[in-house]
């Protein structure tokens, strides 16, 4: 089990100190993450979910315990080296696409692969295969405020795909996309996860995406509450495993 | 044992220029307004070195007739003409207002694309990329801005005292002078500009990847 786990989170504790209180965000969380999983991880605001994210993609460091991707243990790395595993081995994917509003598809996803070390025109090659991948070959030139959310989201996604990263990871990446869009794009990273083999680490409160997750994790006060795999969660109208959904 | 994991290397200077291109050309019109700043202080800059180059040889000449309408003009032949305290005061003033300006400018900037900055760090943008292409943002309005004040400057410096003294000014100017004040006028601007986003830039450089998460606008 612990050969194939891509991610290995073991007792990370995130501790704020607000004025004279501490607030534990993750309290002793542990987890592991198979490659090639669909991981989706689900909890109310101030559960600690966006912290284990964070964690997870090397942007916030644990106050004690380890975070690895691939065998890289990043809780204790420079920024400079961080900032290589963020380019290399993962793809970040929005709720709010986070596309450069100045820079073209083709540009946002180029300046993804220029950061991996491709030389400008090699990024463009790159790119430009990666968002025909994606079905957007037609939107090279256009900027983001000229297509809709969905390629938008399609642009993101092959940005987050173009330096082949062992993981994605999609904070809400259907928040803000009508339902049979966001249906679109869970399914093209279900696509994703099966033809290039990628992990992809969800953090979500879209049923669908439940449907598409191999794993379920519920963080509640900091710690994982409940951990299922696809066919131990039922779903009912108005609950998930007995879960209330907001 | 661990893998050892490199460190990630800087991206040539080309694509913090194009990075940086792209978002004066998306904001054209506020680095108009912020360009316009740097217009109106360079031009009075020039204007006030090109007025004094061509008065200080005009003075040399010591052509009767035009000592004249030099003193009409209110120069002080026997002290050689340059440019007095108030014109002196109004342009450093200009100068420091317009450095405050962009600095105004580039800080409103950057405050609006936190969220861009936290993007590109989570990309694996280093914060050298973010301080450079802040920098090289403002070195183009800098540079479009010196140009243009440099140009209006020089061309109502050459109006002003050919409407005073006529063909004199061809008679006796001297143009390596005015072509060093020139210089001096376009550096300025855009030294100015440069130097007016290095807090700004620092500042930027200094956001964290987790400010991608930002929903707020």
Redesign the interface.
């Given at each position: 089990m612990s050969a194939e786990a891509i991610i290995r989170i073991r007792d990370v504790w995130k501790t704020y100190r607000l004025a004279a209180e501490e607030v534990h965000a993750l309290r002793g969380v542990t987890l592991d993450v198979t490659r090639g999983e669909y991981l989706s991880i689900m909890g109310p605001s101030g559960s600690g979910k966006?912290t284990l994210f964070?964690m997870i993609?090397?942007?916030?460091r644990p106050t004690s315990g380890e975070v690895r991707i691939?065998?890289?243990?990043l809780d204790d790395?420079?920024?400079?080296?961080l900032?290589?595993?963020?380019?290399?081995k993962i793809g970040?994917v929005?709720?709010?696409f986070?596309l450069?509003?100045?820079?073209t598809a083709l540009?946002n996803v180029a300046?993804?692969r220029?950061?991996?070390?491709a030389s400008?025109e090699q990024a463009r090659r790159d790119a430009t295969a990666t968002l025909e991948r994606v079905g957007l070959g037609h939107r090279l030139h256009h900027l983001p405020d000229q297509v809709s959310g969905g390629q938008q989201q399609r642009i993101a996604i092959a940005?987050a795909l173009v330096n082949r990263p062992s993981v994605i990871l999609a904070?809400e990446p259907t928040g803000n996309l009508d339902l049979r869009t966001g249906e679109e794009i869970i399914r093209l990273l279900g696509e994703l996860r099966t033809s290039e083999g990628i992990t992809v680490v969800a953090a979500t409160h879209d049923m669908k995406m439940l449907s598409a997750s191999d794993v379920v994790v519920w963080i509640k006060d900091g710690a994982i509450d409940r951990q299922a795999r696809r066919g131990e969660i039922r779903i009912e109208i108005g609950s998930i495993d007995g879960h209330a959904v907001a | 044992m661990d893998a050892v994991i490199p460190e990630q290397s800087a991206v040539p200077w080309r694509v913090a220029v194009a990075v940086s291109w792209a978002g004066v050309r998306r904001r054209w019109l506020r680095s108009l307004v912020t360009m316009l700043g740097i217009v109106f202080a360079i031009a009075l800059l020039a204007y006030m070195l090109v007025v004094d180059d061509l008065t200080r040889a005009l003075v040399r000449a010591r052509d009767p007739r035009l000592d004249v309408l030099l003193q009409k003009a209110g120069v002080d032949v026997l002290a050689g003409g340059g440019p007095d305290r108030m014109m002196i005061l109004l342009v450093g003033l200009a100068l420091f207002t317009c450095l405050v300006g962009i600095a105004n400018a580039m800080l409103m900037s950057v405050t609006e694309r936190i969220r861009e900055i936290g993007t590109l760090k989570c990309l694996g943008a280093l914060d050298g990329f973010i301080v450079r292409t802040y920098l090289i943002e403002s070195a183009l309005q800098g540079l479009a801005g010196a140009l243009s004040g440099t140009l209006l400057g020089v061309g109502v410096a050459l109006a002003v005292t050919l409407a005073s003294y006529g063909g004199y000014v061809f008679r006796f100017g001297s143009l390596p002078p005015v072509l060093g004040s020139v210089g001096i006028a376009f550096v300025s601007g855009t030294v100015i500009a440069v130097l007016a986003a290095i807090g700004p830039a620092w500042w930027a450089a200094r956001r964290q990847p987790v400010d991608a998460m930002r929903v707020e606008e």
């Open positions: 966006s964070n993609g090397g942007i916030d691939e065998g890289y243990r790395l420079t920024p400079g080296q900032a290589w595993v963020r380019c290399h970040f929005f709720q709010t986070n450069i509003p100045a820079m540009e300046i993804a220029v950061f991996a070390g400008p940005r904070d | -």
